[in-house]
């Protein structure tokens, strides 16, 4: 059996991960652990969640690929390129890129420097409530009273030809733009709780991004 470690950006993405993709992996025959990007340790206590610099989501995988040096063992990234820190490896020069060509740059930097062939990177795009937007409408179930508001942001959406490519502006990315419709939209709890109400399947066929990354993750064992 495969033993895929995931680093997620926070705990939407490691409640995601818990809830939805690990129970799927299963079935591939791949053990699945996350955990949030470490900020900050004390004598008694870790800090997770957030990514504020490369170097210390690096530091995060380093010591995980250190911890587990099997060959059974797989280590991957679930992190957003909203907001993604101006140090990440190749930055400036992926910038002048398209979305797509952008991602498979950062991602080749990235796998680069951290320089494991067990390392398999990924990066959403542009965050994590794009999958979310493969079927907004569902926010519905859980936010009843803006049923009007989540119908003007379902037709939004679906002015796109594939979520990945809502943007990263500071009022237009993803979960800016739920925020504006859906105020009392709460990131960790209702995110992965609606997300496994779409289904993978649905988001697969909307996401090719993230449809290479979950392909690639179910080849593991193969």
Not at 12 to 22: D, S
């Given at each position: 059996m495969i033993r895929l470690h995931i680093?997620?950006?926070?705990?939407?993405?490691?409640?995601?991960?818990?809830?939805?993709?690990?129970?799927?992996?299963?079935?591939?025959?791949?053990?699945?652990?996350?955990?949030?990007?470490?900020?900050?340790?004390?004598?008694?206590?870790?800090?997770?969640?957030?990514?504020?610099?490369?170097?210390?989501?690096?530091?995060?995988?380093?010591?995980?690929?250190?911890?587990?040096?099997?060959?059974?063992?797989?280590?991957?990234?679930?992190?957003?390129?909203?907001?993604?820190?101006?140090?990440?490896?190749?930055?400036?020069?992926?910038?002048?890129?398209?979305?797509?060509?952008?991602?498979?740059?950062?991602?080749?930097?990235?796998?680069?420097?951290?320089?494991?062939?067990?390392?398999?990177?990924?990066?959403?795009?542009?965050?994590?409530?794009?999958?979310?937007?493969?079927?907004p409408e569902k926010l519905s179930e859980r936010f009843p009273e803006y049923d009007q508001e989540i119908q003007e942001l379902s037709n939004i959406c679906y002015s796109f030809s594939s979520p990945e490519l809502i943007n990263q502006g500071a009022n237009t990315a993803p979960s800016k733009r739920i925020f504006q419709f859906v105020p009392t939209y709460e990131k960790v709890s209702a995110g992965s709780l609606i997300v496994q109400k779409i289904g993978l399947a649905s988001i697969r066929s909307k996401c090719p991004h993230f449809d290479q990354w979950l392909t690639q993750l179910e080849m593991l064992s193969s």
């Open positions: 680093i997620a950006e926070g705990q939407t993405e490691e409640e995601f991960v818990n809830t939805t993709l690990a129970e799927h992996l299963g079935y591939f025959n791949i053990s699945t652990s996350v955990h949030s990007v470490t900020t900050r340790r004390t004598k008694n206590k870790v800090y997770r969640g957030g990514l504020t610099s490369y170097e210390k989501v690096k530091k995060d995988i380093t010591l995980w690929l250190k911890q587990d040096k099997s060959e059974d063992a797989r280590f991957t990234t679930m992190l957003d390129l909203y907001a993604l820190p101006n140090d990440f490896p190749k930055f400036d020069e992926a910038e002048k890129l398209e979305c797509y060509q952008k991602i498979e740059y950062l991602e080749n930097a990235f796998f680069y420097d951290i320089n494991d062939r067990r390392f398999l990177p990924y990066i959403q795009l542009h965050e994590f409530e794009a999958l979310i937007l493969v079927q």
